[in-house]
DNA sequence: CGCTAGTGTGTTAGCGCTGCCATAAGAGTC
DNA sequence: GACTCTTATGGCAGCGCTAACACACTAGCG
């Protein structure tokens, strides 16, 4: 009886506590390999082995050290997100998406936020990440990154999301430049001469996109292309904004970069007096939750973040368990003009 | 010539391909244990061999491989958080703060989504973190949760945010009934005979929490407690109650548990010709930053998330570092009432 | 009966890192 | 000069797991 374990732990010196799958081996009577087998649902093991090993796992409240399959396999299960700011409806659905598709592949999510898109910060966060053992990475790239500059390490796959990186990276983006130009056309089609445009912020790729859809809708039509004016996505500058186009008579229809600034602009021009869709028609981007209950009910192009989500953790598979670099290039999720009250035909000066 | 490693890789077989301390040591002509104290910046280096093993560690593009760290340690420099939606933007917040709060301590984030808050989803999530290598979980507990029946594996730390666990666990929350209380006396201060109440979804803890504080704030000052309304924290289900509230004459005062809630209410009321805050005032809670910018503009309760983010991750790296339970009980986060147009002194019927 | 093919199980050797201990060299003390 | 004490470094073992191979055993075949 000499040499008999207590039976209840078995780790001394620097085990960590839990059970080991040495513990359920000896338990069970089989080989840890035999355990291993049984944790990962291989073949080979008799019915009856496996369900000792279920029991002898049940006993003892067994769980695998995850960080001891990880050095064996090199594979995480995990996928690693970067992201500016969760403040944005748009990032924070686009993080959901992505975390809803992960789970359901059996991946959980690594979040690291960073303060500024900068390269400085990117790197870092790439680098606490790959160091953090993940098997892919997700940028969700809100604001311009040039990508090419930036250092990642080799052999991690990336893929951008809201992003620009198409030419160095696969990325997926709803189609922006479609949806500026759905909101554009809907004003014309209504009988505004032109649409003004509060863009978002000149270093965000969505910004960027729908502005230049924007202008360029209104050149193929022929129309003037009225002042751009810059907003940072918040109603606050949707607001500001707002007041200085409700002073300009001239101004029928405004398309907002999203939602939230579209809220000021109506805002603002209801101080003014200016009745909305009256007066002005107002457009936005993203089609939030609330904007069919603003008053009015905001006219908007709606995003499909959840589809978004899904082909980013799909690519980032495909080049997981492919062992091989997905093809660049960007994949376009197609977006939708929900029209509500805030858009009406206009009548003339 | 013959057992010469070709120099720049040395893992063969089951190699991962990335440069090991043992390459880095390699290099810089020391040992790996050297090159593991540089690595996590212990003292009795000399200054000379330190600037060496960084040298080649910059050389070499090398990464420490955290899951090797983690087995060796069994800390994991991680902190889960298991999350009902990310659609509400409390949670979305509370998120935000968390994340913050922990890359500032040097800690990342592994998020966990839920599509219920069951005992089921809750244990598998749980189970799927500890396994997935966290050294401890924060339960963003939006809906109500039996807490003691739920069968978390022992010795990892976990604090509840947004939750009513307080008795099981320490527990981090808004001051839930402070604000529903200032919420509710400001219009009674207004002069308004009564405060009709837009509850959140009944299996809501803060819902539970401000329903429970308005009445009793009613009772206190000897009002009548009108019929309580229950919503599901959309706007769209502020408008359907607003509708209903918008028909009876005596509503003067409306509470809605969200700012969501209270922009639909406020959509209804407009829509049957009842100005706001004319004919009825109305308070949100939350302030979400559109909120200033709605028609008019929402007086609303204010909460600091970043705060209670930040409560939860400093109680969590106590009981991590200091390796002992957290006190149990509730650490309340301040609230504010912010006034602004949608509520206003009450001339009578 | 010797051959192959397949099945269930055990043995071995790491994955890359860190804790602990040993060692060597210098510095100070009596 | 024999003794501590400190500082810089290396050696070794092991964290818990899995890949790869080895092995025994069964079955089917001509």
Same mark, same amino acid.
């Given at each position: 009886?000499?040499?008999?374990?207590?039976?209840?732990?078995?780790?001394?010196?620097?085990?960590?506590?839990?059970?080991?799958?040495?513990?359920?081996?000896?338990?069970?009577?089989?080989?840890?390999?035999?355990?291993?087998?049984?944790?990962?649902?291989?073949?080979?093991?008799?019915?009856?082995?496996?369900?000792?090993?279920?029991?002898?796992?049940?006993?003892?409240?067994?769980?695998?050290?995850?960080?001891?399959?990880?050095?064996?396999?090199?594979?995480?299960?995990?996928?690693?997100?970067?992201?500016?700011?969760?403040?944005?409806?748009?990032?924070?659905?686009?993080?959901?998406?992505?975390?809803?598709?992960?789970?359901?592949?059996?991946?959980?999510?690594?979040?690291?936020?960073?303060?500024?898109?900068?390269?400085?910060?990117?790197?870092?966060?790439?680098?606490?990440?790959?160091?953090?053992?993940?098997? =892919?990475?997700?940028?969700? %790239? $809100?604001?311009? /990154?040039?990508?090419?500059? +930036?250092?990642?390490? &080799?052999? #991690?796959?990336? !893929?951008?999301?809201?992003?620009?990186?198409?030419?160095?990276?696969?990325?997926?983006?709803?189609?922006?430049?479609?949806?500026?130009?759905?909101?554009?056309?809907?004003?014309?089609?209504?009988?505004?001469?032109?649409?003004?445009?509060?863009?978002?912020?000149?270093?965000?790729?969505?910004?960027?996109?729908?502005?230049?859809?924007?202008?360029?809708?209104?050149?193929?039509?022929?129309?003037?292309?009225?002042?751009?004016?810059? =907003?940072?996505?918040?109603? %606050? $500058?949707?607001? /500001?904004?707002?007041?200085? +186009?409700?002073?300009? &008579?001239? #101004?029928?229809? !405004?398309?907002?970069?999203?939602?939230?600034?579209?809220?000021?602009?109506?805002?603002?021009?209801?101080?003014?007096?200016?009745?909305?869709?009256?007066?002005?028609?107002?457009?936005?981007?993203?089609?939030?939750?609330?904007?069919?209950?603003?008053?009015?009910?905001?006219?908007?192009?709606?995003?499909?973040?959840?589809?978004?989500?899904?082909?980013?953790?799909?690519?980032?598979?495909?080049?997981?368990?492919?062992?091989?670099?997905?093809?660049?290039?960007?994949?376009?999720?197609?977006?939708?003009?929900?029209?509500?009250?805030?858009?009406?035909?206009?009548?003339?000066?």
């Amino acid at each position: 009886m000499t040499a008999v374990d207590g039976g209840s732990r078995a780790g001394r010196g620097r085990g960590h506590g839990a059970p080991s799958m040495a513990d359920v081996a000896r338990l069970a009577g089989v080989s840890p390999q035999t355990v291993s087998r049984v944790a990962n649902n291989r073949t080979n093991v008799e019915e009856a082995t496996r369900e000792r090993v279920l029991a002898a796992m049940r006993a003892l409240g067994y769980q695998p050290n995850i960080a001891a399959r990880a050095l064996a396999t090199g594979r995480f299960g995990t996928i690693g997100v970067i992201s500016f700011t969760l403040n944005r409806y748009g990032n924070v659905r686009t993080l959901d998406g992505i975390t809803t598709a992960a789970r359901a592949e059996g991946f959980s999510i690594s979040l690291v936020g960073v303060t500024a898109l900068t390269h400085q910060e990117v790197n870092d966060a790439f680098t606490r990440l790959t160091t953090q053992a993940v098997d =892919g990475v997700v940028i969700i %790239e $809100s604001e311009v /990154l040039d990508m090419r500059s +930036l250092r990642l390490p &080799p052999g #991690v796959p990336v !893929v951008i999301s809201d992003g620009h990186g198409g030419e160095e990276f696969p990325a997926v983006d709803s189609d922006q430049a479609g949806g500026a130009r759905l909101a554009t056309e809907h004003l014309l089609d209504l009988g505004h001469p032109t649409v003004w445009h509060v863009a978002g912020p000149p270093d965000s790729n969505s910004a960027r996109h729908r502005h230049a859809s924007w202008r360029q809708t209104l050149e193929r039509a022929g129309r003037p292309v009225p002042q751009v004016l810059f =907003g940072d996505w918040t109603a %606050e $500058s949707g607001y /500001l904004i707002g007041g200085y +186009l409700a002073a300009l &008579p001239e #101004v029928s229809a !405004v398309f907002a970069a999203n939602d939230q600034m579209a809220l000021g602009v109506i805002r603002a021009l209801h101080e003014a007096g200016r009745a909305v869709p009256g007066d002005v028609s107002v457009v936005g981007f993203d089609d939030m939750p609330e904007s069919a209950y603003f008053w009015p009910g905001l006219t908007t192009i709606r995003q499909d973040f959840d589809q978004g989500g899904r082909i980013c953790v799909d690519i980032l598979l495909e080049q997981i368990r492919m062992r091989r670099p997905a093809e660049k290039g960007m994949r376009v999720v197609p977006v939708e003009l929900v029209v509500r009250g805030s858009s009406a035909s206009w009548r003339g000066a």
